[in-house]
């Protein structure tokens, strides 16, 4: 609206302009007439006494001086006021420039503000992420040292478990001493019926590497190692002590039930009509652990 009132001032000040040219224009052509006809009654006075004016003529005259002084008049005043509104226009137009540069500086401010909060976001967007990823690190830490605290743990229960195991191969290789320096002795065996090793127990069950864990691998892979070597220990053991005592079948029967015992009885017979019987302490008991 503010620019359509400016159109309409404007379209009026240059109509008004151009009526002022043509007044102007009008106003030379009457100064113009005026000063022909001065010269024309000049020189009918030097020329001629009888062309002097008569009174009418000097009446006529006077009024078209009148008339002239007057649209000077009107012209001066036409000058002022074009100059006024001229004055007017510069002074608009400098106002509409002001306006326009304050509304590029409005939408300068606004992008500026746009582009800060969408840094802001960016900032908080990174900042989620990092906070995130440390998380991650610091968890997947806690089950790094985790694995590798139940890895310490079963190397020290293998471990336990084969100083057990040592011990009580020692005992039954005391025990098979003892049996053979007793000479001209019988040796009954009392049936008990007892388990085998299961095969299956020696073997290693490794179970498939969780996602989450690939990246640790190495933890795991050492604990796998360090238990398949450890039961290969074990293995190479109760195979060993078979091969040297092929009759001794105790180890046959490691693993059995819980609070259960094998007792191996010797009979001697020192005299026809005295017998005395001799009691071994238990066979070894090896359970199986996971």
Do not use: M, W
């Not at 001229?86 to 306006?99: H, L």
């Not at 694995?147 to 084969?162: C, E, T």
């Not at 010797?266 to 090896?286: D, F, G």
């Amino acid at each position: 609206s503010e620019l359509k009132k400016d159109f309409i001032k404007k379209d009026f000040y240059e109509t008004l302009f151009q009526k002022y040219n043509t007044l102007e224009k009008n106003c030379i052509s009457l100064e113009d007439n005026n000063q022909l006809k001065r010269e024309i009654s000049q020189t009918n006075t030097l020329f001629s006494l009888e062309s002097a004016p008569t009174f009418a003529e000097l009446f006529k005259l006077n009024d078209l001086k009148a008339q002239a002084q007057a649209k000077d008049t009107v012209i001066l005043k036409l000058k002022e006021k074009l100059h006024s509104l001229s004055g007017d226009v510069n002074e608009r137009n400098v106002k509409r420039e002001v306006k326009e540069i304050e509304t590029l500086n409005n939408e300068l401010d606004h992008k500026v503000i746009k582009l800060v909060a969408e840094n802001e976001h960016l900032k908080q967007t990174y900042k989620q992420l990092y906070d995130s990823i440390k998380s991650s690190r610091v968890r997947s830490k806690e089950q790094c040292d985790d694995l590798i605290n139940k890895v310490n743990l079963k190397s020290a229960k293998v471990f336990d478990l084969n100083a057990s195991l040592l011990e009580k191969v020692l005992v039954i290789t005391t025990l098979k001493e003892q049996l053979n320096k007793l000479k001209g002795k019988a040796v009954i065996t009392e049936a008990v019926s007892l388990n085998h090793i299961d095969p299956e127990l020696l073997k290693v069950d490794v179970a498939p590497l969780a996602p989450k864990l690939r990246k640790n691998r190495t933890a795991h892979t050492d604990y796998i190692r360090h238990t398949q070597e450890e039961a290969a220990t074990l293995r190479e053991i109760i195979e060993s002590e078979k091969l040297l005592n092929p009759l001794n079948r105790s180890l046959d029967y490691a693993v059995i039930p819980k609070n259960k015992t094998k007792q191996i009885r010797l009979t001697e017979q020192i005299t026809k009509s005295r017998k005395t019987a001799i009691t071994t302490p238990p066979s070894v008991n090896v359970r199986n652990k996971k």
